[in-house]
């Protein structure tokens, strides 16, 4: 019954330790790297083409993000790895895309690695890493493939307005993690919005029998996201509290923010969860009262014909002194008799409220 | 089988952080602002034609209560916070009120965001977010629409009686805050009366199908006032250790007091919360008692008659040879012999106690 | 369905904080008051006629214990509590028979609000707020009406045994309070031997259909006096670490041992509880079998006769030419078939350990 | 149907605290004493006639274990607890064997309370109480009857072999508790061993009714056991953390390895507990599954038989004119229809997998 | 019912604390010692035949990895202890394979046991406990027979190749640990991929009956792992929040690494125990779905049958007088009125959507 599948830890294990292994499996992706350099009064906003060319970035006073698509381009992640000084370690769970988020502090730079969460056109939650390093005057961020969730954030550098070409790297990296948690919010509704479907569906009474495979899968689909998200209470917190000098005091409100939002889907999810385990109990009770009311149908035809059906067995007999056989109208008599039992067992139902 | 929502997240999603938006549905809300001015020997209350009109009371040294009514007045808004200097995110939140319960606090006011829950006309719980901001002698409140839980403090301002007056806008504020828990007990009373009424129900015997229906309802608003009440734990053991000037420790054992009605009505909650989990416990026992019975009532039907009839049966046959059928009284004695078998089914069910 | 309910709540909201309301039923209780004034060598009991005449142990170097009963007499208590100087706060909690067992320390007493359960005549449990107030030489207490648990606490004082005389006020505290927590043994023991009856009935197999509303009563009071007893394990830890001069460091290992009780009874309810779902779990599995028993005969008696009777029903059937009818034993033959799929039949049931 | 009781708590209430009332129901024991008195050279092995002989230890320099036996002896053991300085409350303590397991510490000496537990002959778990009283050279150890756990430190005490005659008392007091916890994983074992014993009927189907009340049974058992070990987490942690002179730094890791024992135990059941519930569940499904069966049965007799039956009662008929009744063949016919709906009905079982 | 067995605990009890037991089933396991010298530019690996062989590297300035296989060589354990200058409760832990996973430190060792997990031939798990002793300059490691999953590491070693032979004994824990770890991940897959499978099942509707039982043997299965998995993540940040000297600051990071898999792991695990108490619900509903349908046939061919059979039961009466039998087309007419009534049954099912 079990099917074939390949393992994605096999491979891996033995390695030694900080060995780069992409784990995911999209191998032919193509390596994209775009660039923003900017501070308050300029913007220049370039696609690089080689890795190398991201190296100028690392002690300009300007804020740069520095955006890598494609981590199964091993060897490029190796050479910025290098340059900006990352241990081995965090380029190790850079590529490693079944890493559950975290946050890492080194002495120059800031690690951090989160989960994008997003339905696809079939509505299939999506999950897709993102990794950020955040240093004195840059931000790296690495994902799998092109198409994220940072249009907006592109948006406001390009356009300038509000605070964000003002405020450095710090507020670059909440901007950039804000941007991710909104898109939470929009698969919280989503699932929010399923199982009030369900449940709409269990209140109409049209069930079908695949019913408990539904709540099974969005059961799942709640396990996913909340795997995705409950982590990062404790990374906004360790940030919180970090005494590393590149998370200035003054933006640390943004990231109160971003905690507060946090915690807040982390309620709705836990929410969502008790639902859907409530939406099982009433499934069954649904289930429970169809067989109670086909037993119902079943009872009272059998309770009322069998009896009947009994009595006209007994005048079908063949014995040759059946003296009722013989007058008149006894045939009509027990049509009469048998409209009384059927009369009286109706009541009988009535009164037991199965009528 | 999914409706069509519109989705309240959507529309925020990639706007700059600390952009105003709306996210209720009373877009079409008067703006309403009334002021309380008052110190011991004086009160003054005004209705407020212009926001502008708000801004002398923040440095005065009487005491200032000024409420907002009318969250979608965006402009206004931002014109009082830029005033009071209320940080750019505090606005957001006060705007935002799918925001969780909170408090923050800046160097020079506190911001506490709170919900009012009442009942409606048809019974259903209504949320709205109050947000309140504590200043050194002034108390802002930002509503969503005219309406509040408020009036016993605008009576007890008015008639100048009590400790209120005397007292500082901390005092205040928590006049403001205890009026909200109180409205809370209200909730929370109602809740524990349905919970009592579908208990009264189960007992009773006469269970409609729909009971689950209910019970579900009733636990989905659990949920709502549990997430609305919970957090006020949190806020309030947060004012109670705060050590900004603006909370006097004299005042201090006032929200301690708020603080053990928190604790009990989240005692409360999670009673309630308890039942109804028993009681659909006890929903399915209850269908299977009745499953139990139909059954019983078919079995015994079945058993009793199925026999006989098959007894009239044999004796229905045309064999041209069966001695029984020509005895002058088997027909009599047949009949009692069924009797004898009705007599004995009878007696098996009475022991296996299923009469 | 919903019953006329008067809301204990709806009068009291809206009051200004502080406000004296007694939200208990008896409203015609007396009022009454007795004092122990005592010191290691003398001992004096009165029945006080006016509250005025507790005034004068406020300050007297011997300790005294001023038991009050009738908390609706407002006035009264409004008098010794303005007298002994207590809060505005601890004079509402006293009156609010509502309220969650708490502590508060003041800097000149010490406030505690305890529950007292017993078991009234008909084996309901019956909960009694009793209010302490631990000054320097002396005890308060508020009860709502007379009789109580401190009987033996009376006698011991009175017989001058023991250490209670020659210890001071904290230890009269701990004599009181130790006396509410022994009768909390006397309900766990009574709870504890209603799950067994229940469990008993569950073994004995003799269950009625209303055992579900009897283990969700047991349930129900189960959650009240786990709300009355374990907001304890607070109060006296917080009294373990107060720095309070109130309660002497030699005194302390008393109050431990209140603790440890408090601690064995928590176990005790806890256990209580998962026992009474586990009964829930078995009533549940007993319905099932039993519901299998009906089923099992049902299917045995209709399995054996259908197919007998369809044999009849084909030798009473009217056609010119049924051969078997005219042979001269076909009538006995057949009874010996029938008798045979009768035999087949129960061997099949035995093997299927049906019978 | 409650049964009659005594109450252990009734005759206990009332009195003052410290006053010993033995709570057990051994009243006619035999007082046992027997001292060990030892130092690395030497040791002494008494039984004791008096319990004055026990004084002369208190201040000796060898170590010496006094054990003594009988808790119904109050005035001996109040006795020995004036010589040897005890608390009253400690004095409560040992005599009152419903106790919770617990240590307290004091300046002259540590109390220790702990559970024994052990199979009777009937494989009845047995809980009997033994308390430690651990001085500067001495241990005493009061248990309610003779027969106890520790005849295996006898053997090495009298041996001399090991460190045990050469460390001091603290290290008897670690090799008594040792040998008390050492029992309780036969305790586990064969709880766990009852576990498995229980899922072997499951899974061989032989399964009889009563199985839910197996399943009560051990969890009760579970539940008392889990009472007796879970408190000794916390004990041996006070233990280590004690800065009591009493126990030598240098012995702790002896205890550690106690602690590692109980966390291993406490795990342990937790698993017990989590595997009787998933078995309880297993058992509803296999009742379910028997109940599915037993219906299907039912219904393939019954959808056979009914409307073959149906068909023969047609043609038994008694009109005059009935034009099949007189065909030569209509008969065999008859046969060969009810042949092919008898083959068409198994063939739709057969697809519907229900054969 | 109960099946004999031998228990594990009952020899072990009553032995002196200390004295080595081997409480595993291996008992006729050959011993097998190889060491591993090295540094960064020289590395020697050898079988060693004695125990003394081992005693050389523990002052040599190389670093050495010591692998002992046979835990039930005591002797041997007990002399290499000696000289290594173990803890008697050390090599207790050693020898007793159903040790608990573990961390001691101690002045110059630090003592760490595991849990290796992987599946055997038959898809069981196996679970082997490895000891590690963590020295100045070596690193013992202890198991209770060849093979084992460090094969990675022996490699590594003999390679030279990253940075194994550079960094010190605490890297070749962190790196031994680290395979024991990386093999979780495939007992975690594994478990994983066989609840999808049990999902797979139910979600295809093949589901046998013993279904309860492959879930009842995976959470057992899952129960063992999670108690091997669990305890490390205390074990790992005991290792982070240690202050010895023999955990190197600048290898932190590398523990950091393997504690993060560990709550990654652990997250896993809940994870799965939550899918299969789903999945048993999910078992139930679909027992009842199935038992709703095979009522639901029985109750439509009854229901259809009965009545029907009852009208020709009436007609094959035999009274003298029953006009409708002498009519010419009555016959047919009954057919005619017994399909109307076929008819309007079926209506009815199809109505209440049986059909």
Redesign the interface.
């Known amino acids: ?3 074939k ?1 390949t ?4 491979k ?8 780069l292994t992409y784990t995911g499996y999209k191998d032919s992706q193509k390596l994209f790297i775009e660039s923003f350099d900017y501070s308050s009064d300029f913007i220049n906003e370039q696609e690089l083409q080689n890795i190398e060319d991201a190296f100028q970035y690392k002690s300009t006073d300007s804020v740069t993000w520095i955006n890598i698509n494609g981590l199964n381009h091993i060897n490029e992640i190796e050479k910025i790895g290098t340059h900006y000084n990352l ?1 081995p ?1 965090v380029l ?1 769970d850079i590529v490693n895309i079944s ?2 988020p ?1 946050i ?1 502090e080194y002495e120059d730079y800031i690690f951090v690695s989160l989960k994008m969460l997003y339905y696809d056109a079939d509505e299939n939650i999506t999950i897709e890493q993102v990794s950020f390093v955040l240093g004195k005057n840059y931000v790296l961020t690495f994902q799998e493939s092109e198409g994220d969730v940072f ?2 954030v592109r ?2 550098l390009r356009g300038g ?4 070409r003002t405020l450095g790297s710090d507020y670059l990296l ?2 950039l993690m ?2 991710v948690v ?2 939470y ?2 698969v919280s ?1 989503t699932m929010g ?2 199982v009030e ?1 369900l ?5 109409s009474g049209n069930v079908k ?1 695949d019913l ?2 539904q ?2 899968s969005l ?2 689909e709640l ?1 996913k996201v909340r ?1 995705s998200i409950f982590p990062l209470r404790e990374i906004i917190s360790r940030i919180q509290k970090s005494d590393s000098d590149l998370i200035l005091k003054k933006n640390l ?2 990231y ?2 971003v905690y ?1 939002h946090i ?2 889907l982390s ?1 709705s999810i836990d ?1 969502f969860r ?2 859907i385990w ?15 009311e ?6 009272i ?3 009322i ?6 009595i ?11 003296p ?3 007058y ?4 009509f008599i ?1 049509w009469g008799v048998m409209f009384l039992i059927f009369i009286a067992m109706l009541y009988y139902f009535k009164r037991k409220k ?1 009528l």
């Open positions: 019954m079990a099917k599948r393992s994605k830890y096999k891996h294990v033995g390695k030694s330790p900080g060995t241990h370690l190790e890493q559950r975290k890492d249009d907006t948006e406001r307005k509000g605070r964000i909440y901007a804000d941007a909104d898109h919010y929009i509704e919005n399923k479907d449940e709409d569906i269990l209140f029998d408990s495979q709540v099974l059961k799942k396990l795997r409100q943004f109160n923010d507060d915690i807040q309620d929410i008790e639902m409530s939406l099982m109990d009433m499934y069954m009770t649904t289930i429970s009262n169809k067989m109670n086909v037993m119902k149908v079943l009872t035809i059998a309770t014909f069998i009896p009947l059906t009994f006209a067995g007994v005048y079908g007999m063949n014995f040759d002194n059946i009722e056989l013989h008149k109208n006894s045939y027990l199965w």
